[in-house]
């Protein structure tokens, strides 16, 4: 079965400053990869998400991700925070023609002036 | 407009009474899927449902039942079994079939506080 790991509970940072949040996963077969953001009391948006195409995966809102097999990662990154950016970002693991979504449990991102 | 609604937004009840969720897609998608989420906790499954009148249970089905007479609908009761209702209740629709690479598209969720 797959399963996912989110390896930082908080991440802060500064205003301008690059973003990473990172995840691990587990999979037995191919699997297809996703991030999503959640802000408070707000349901969940997908930013990106990897379905074994290209490994460099561009989301909305500046994020980009990359699939990394060898690593068995799928970190998330930007290059300059911005506050609005400030949310709750779980990434999510599942195998194709399979409909049973495995969810991190979540990086909440700080945001400073 | 397409999308998924749940209602209401907060919902307040006693303990010891059941209450219902509601969740409506125009989504046409044949997957619908019941989330609890905890602080500090990623999304847990309760209840899912690839087409009408059928639904699996998930991790956490206990003190939950579901229907899915419609395709557009899949209500979530919460019953008085469930120990600990408190919690932020999130609906997800996806298509299915071949190929597919499950996306999930989500509610804006409701809120249940039990007192």
């Known amino acids: 079965a797959q399963s996912v790991t989110q390896l930082d509970s908080h991440v802060s940072v500064s205003e301008g400053t690059p973003v990473l949040l990172r995840c691990n996963y587990s999979s037995s077969y191919s699997p297809s990869l996703f991030w999503y953001v959640q802000h408070p009391n707000k349901g969940l948006q997908l930013l990106l998400k990897y379905t074994s195409a290209a490994t460099l995966v561009k989301g909305i809102n500046g994020f980009e991700a990359e699939f990394k097999k060898s690593e068995t990662s799928f970190h998330l990154t930007k290059p300059s925070a911005h506050m609005s950016d400030a949310a709750e970002y779980f990434c999510?693991?599942?195998?194709?023609?399979?409909?049973?979504?495995?969810f991190g449990a979540g990086t909440r991102l700080t945001v400073k002036p | 407009d397409g999308g998924i609604t749940q209602s209401p937004k907060y919902l307040f009840r006693k303990e010891g009474q059941n209450v219902t969720l509601s969740c409506e897609q125009n989504l046409n998608h044949d997957a619908m899927y019941w989330y609890r989420q905890d602080p500090g906790q990623g999304l847990r499954l309760i209840y899912y449902s690839q087409i009408v009148n059928d639904f699996q249970k998930g991790d956490i089905a206990e003190g939950y039942s579901v229907s899915r007479e419609k395709k557009e609908s899949f209500p979530l009761t919460v019953t008085s079994a469930q120990k600990n209702p408190t919690a932020f209740y999130l609906c997800?629709?996806?298509?299915?079939?071949?190929?597919?690479?499950?996306?999930?598209?989500f509610g804006p969720g409701t809120r249940l506080t039990v007192l």
């Open positions: 997800a629709s996806s298509p299915t079939g071949a190929n597919i690479y499950n996306e999930q598209f």
């Open positions: 999510v693991v599942s195998e194709l023609n399979n409909n049973d979504m495995r």
